[in-house]
Antibody, heavy 116, light 112 residues
């Protein structure tokens, strides 16, 4: 069974960089694509972006200038970096496995609050 | 971006009764490879989303057969044949045909 677990700071200051990691077990990040989805408190779901080991990368255009997703094959995890954050970036961030236009496995999510 | 519009946004259903959620897209979700990448997710209170249906009508492993998906082009439906207490939650459709992938606003399913 594929399992994903997000980790990272729960509080980030405005203008700083939000950094999260997703540890993967039961699958290799060398296969498939791996992505991030976020959910502002009390709101719906938004795609952040995904990356595959083969090099295919898609970032949400609204975040593209601030976003970097990377894969670490030796550690079998992948990471999200979102720079210059504002309160609008406060959300639960989920990592997931992207397969054929879908997310078939999700992490449990981590709440990140942007506040001074 | 492709806009996904769900209706209704709130759906109270009596236990044992059927439920139906509509999802419409602003563009056709038929992909050039012949598939249609329309998914349905269930999010129970306090939990992460769980995929129920992929490519319009394929149920994920472990999903009860009372859940079914149908549709084509821009018009899709999730049906629950008999409401059970464990079905309470928010249901989202999501298109994976056009980047950025987009979700519907969510339909809150509750017991009447």
């Amino acid at each position: 069974q594929v399992q994903l677990q997000e980790s990272g700071p729960g509080l980030v200051k405005p203008s700083e960089t939000l950094s999260l990691t997703c540890a993967v077990s039961g699958a290799s990040v060398s296969n498939y694509a791996w992505g991030w989805i976020r959910q502002p408190p009390g709101k719906g779901l938004d795609w952040v972006g995904y990356k595959s080991y083969s090099g295919k990368t898609n970032y949400n255009p609204s975040l593209k200038s601030r976003l970097n997703i990377s894969l670490d094959t030796p550690k079998n995890h992948f990471s999200l970096e979102l720079s210059s954050v504002t309160a609008a970036d406060t959300a639960v961030y989920y990592c997931g496995r992207d397969h054929r236009g879908s997310i078939d496995f999700w992490g449990q999510g981590v709440l990140v609050t942007v506040s001074s | 971006d492709v806009v996904m519009t769900q209706s209704p946004l709130s759906l109270p259903v009596t236990l044992g009764q059927p439920a139906s959620i509509s999802c419409r897209s602003s563009q056709s979700l038929a992909h050039g490879d012949g598939n249609t990448y329309l998914n349905w997710f269930q999010q129970r209170p306090g939990q992460s989303p769980r995929r129920l249906i992929y490519q319009v009508s394929n149920r994920d492993s472990g999903v009860p057969d009372r859940f079914s998906g149908s549709g084509s082009g821009t018009d899709f439906t999730l049906k629950i044949s008999r409401m059970e207490a464990e079905d309470v939650g928010i249901y989202y459709c999501m298109q994976g045909t056009h980047w950025p992938y987009t979700f519907g606003q969510g339909t809150k399913l509750e017991i009447k």
